[in-house]
């Protein structure tokens, strides 16, 4: 018995209904092989893979990934978009306040959406978004060396 193959990403692609092209699979395959990166990272990511993609490409396909949920865009304050692979989980980030390094944090207890509402007003929840803010390690030691 062999174990289960994981998709290709163009297969990935296919899955949602999207158009495969050598950019998306490109696009998929930076996000998924970086840690949290901005519009600029992945477009140089994308552009190391298959050569010039316009940035409004970039914008365009990371929209249109984001939409079919096989790429994450997290927003922390103060901080351009960053997108990441890791999608699916409920899962939620650490900032750090200086260089703006952001890490995943698992859910410490129960099921999505990880944490319940004192007033859901109504809502059918289904997601909890929380970013933790702090210092990095680095950030922290520079802080207290000063």
């Known amino acids: 018995m062999t174990a289960p193959q994981t998709p290709t990403g163009a297969e990935e692609l296919r899955s949602v209904g999207l158009r495969?092209?050598?950019?998306?699979?490109?696009?998929l395959e930076t996000v998924r092989d970086g840690d949290h990166l901005d519009v600029e990272a992945i477009a140089s990511g994308v552009r190391d893979r298959v050569?010039?993609?316009?940035?409004?490409?970039v914008y365009e396909a990371l929209n249109a990934l984001t939409a079919a949920g096989l790429v994450r865009r997290i927003e922390p304050a103060g901080s351009p978009a960053r997108y990441e692979g890791r999608v699916g989980d409920?899962?939620?980030?650490?900032?750090?306040?200086?260089?703006?390094?952001?890490?995943d944090v698992d859910c410490a207890v129960g099921h999505a959406p990880c944490l319940h509402a004192s007033d859901d007003h109504g809502?059918?929840?289904d997601e909890a978004e929380v970013i933790y803010w702090g210092l990095c390690p680095d950030c922290s030691t520079a802080t207290s060396s000063s």
């Not at 050569?51 to 490409?57: D, E, F, K, R």
């Not at 409920?90 to 890490?103: D, E, L, T």
């Open 90 to 103: 409920n899962h939620h980030h650490v900032v750090c306040r200086v260089c703006g390094a952001v890490a």
């Open 123 to 125: 809502f059918a929840i």
């Open 20 to 27: 495969v092209t050598a950019a998306r699979v490109a696009l």
């Open 51 to 57: 050569g010039h993609i316009s940035l409004q490409a």
